[in-house]
């Protein structure tokens, strides 16, 4: 496991009995483990130190679907979050988690085989509608997938329906459990992918960027449909080169035609996560720039900085080829129509045009 390393697993009582649990118990033998949260002080540590190394076994009481917490003042896709986890072994400086859950640990949850019957009966309760799923919000979907083979448990069910599709999104190359399934339908592996500077400098523990897109390279050719992310778009030294050269490696590595869909989001962070960046990653530049605060409450770069950004890379993947399903987050009808010549209007509008991606890609 790549920069992974768990240093404790905490299982809470109810948690014990579950196969899920059995099993990575089994799997990380040796690994100390404790039956309960220790003490509140533990707690009190957040967010200054997630603890990344300690992973906690719990039963989720909540719904596993939801719908990703876009707000309505922008223009937001409509996707479908399946909750198998909350915080991420990867410490991105610009993570939105670090602010965004107020516990500690790598929280995975042991009932989700329960969850998934649910999940699955809504999905087929709703024959006509088509979900976008995925894994990757909040938590990285394949970098705990060693320990947890969540893609073993998931992929069977998503790959055999005709109504969904589930996206791996990650910034690993853990893609080995995933290959080893008989399964490549309706599963899109996706990559999160940023300047070759910001990969190296700001998102700690993932895999470099030419790693993550021959992993992509590797799943194209062994048959799956692959989606990219380039979110969030950071202002910084000379980026408009820097991004550029990520694009090229792209067209080193990758067949455009097997791309569903690539999203662009530009850094925004509530203005919580200021003083976490500031205190745990020291030599971080994502907060330099100039931030204003969007009608969702979050700071974000002024809007002709956003639409700069945006065309420069909707003009240069474009250019690479001109099919790739390119899509904003997050983002409002003029910003849309000022950056890519466009808009869906609203997100009832975007959800289409991602849906007949799928449609397009999976019949
Ligand atoms: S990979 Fe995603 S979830 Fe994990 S630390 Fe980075 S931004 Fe956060």
Request: proline share 5%.
């Amino acid at each position: 496991m790549e920069g992974i390393k768990i240093k404790r697993i905490i299982v809470e009582p109810e948690a014990y009995s579950y196969p899920f649990t059995q099993r990575i118990l089994k799997k990380l033998q040796g690994i100390q483990v404790c039956n309960k949260i220790e003490n509140n002080s533990d707690i009190d540590y957040v967010p200054y130190d997630p603890k990344k190394d300690v992973l906690h076994l719990l039963i989720y009481k909540g719904d596993f679907l939801k719908p990703c917490p876009g707000t309505k003042e922008y223009i937001c896709c409509k996707y479908q979050i399946l909750n198998i986890a909350t915080n991420c072994p990867l410490d991105c400086s610009y993570c939105i988690l670090q602010a965004y859950f107020n516990h500690p640990y790598l929280r995975v949850f042991v009932n989700i085989e329960e969850g998934l019957k649910e999940v699955l009966k809504i999905i087929d309760s709703k024959k006509d509608e088509i979900f976008r799923v995925g894994t990757g919000e909040f938590t990285d979907s394949l970098a705990l997938d060693p320990i947890t083979e969540w893609s073993d448990i998931l992929i069977p069910h998503f790959s055999s329906r005709k109504n969904v599709i589930l996206e791996l999104k990650t910034k690993t190359a853990n893609i080995k459990r995933v290959l080893s399934l008989p399964y490549r339908e309706r599963i899109i592996m996706s990559w999160s992918l940023n300047s070759p500077f910001i990969c190296s400098h700001e998102e700690h523990r993932a895999v470099s960027l030419r790693k993550r897109i021959e992993a992509a390279a590797i799943c194209q050719r062994e048959g799956f449909v692959t989606g990219f992310h380039f979110d969030p778009l950071i202002i910084h030294k000379n980026w408009k080169e820097e991004y550029l050269k990520t694009i090229e490696l792209m067209d080193k590595y990758l067949d455009p035609s097997k791309i569903i869909w690539i999203s662009l989001g530009s850094f925004r962070y509530m203005p919580e996560l200021k003083n976490i960046i500031i205190k745990r990653h020291k030599k971080s530049i994502v907060l330099n720039g100039e931030f204003i605060k969007g009608i969702d409450g979050k700071m974000r770069y002024f809007k002709p900085i956003r639409i700069e950004l945006y065309s420069y890379m909707y003009e240069n993947l474009s250019k690479w080829y001109n099919d790739l399903g390119l899509y904003l987050c997050m983002e409002s009808d003029d910003v849309w129509s000022e950056s890519f010549g466009w808009s869906p209007k609203d997100s009832n509008g975007l959800k289409r045009f991602l849906d007949n991606r799928v449609v397009k890609f999976y019949g």
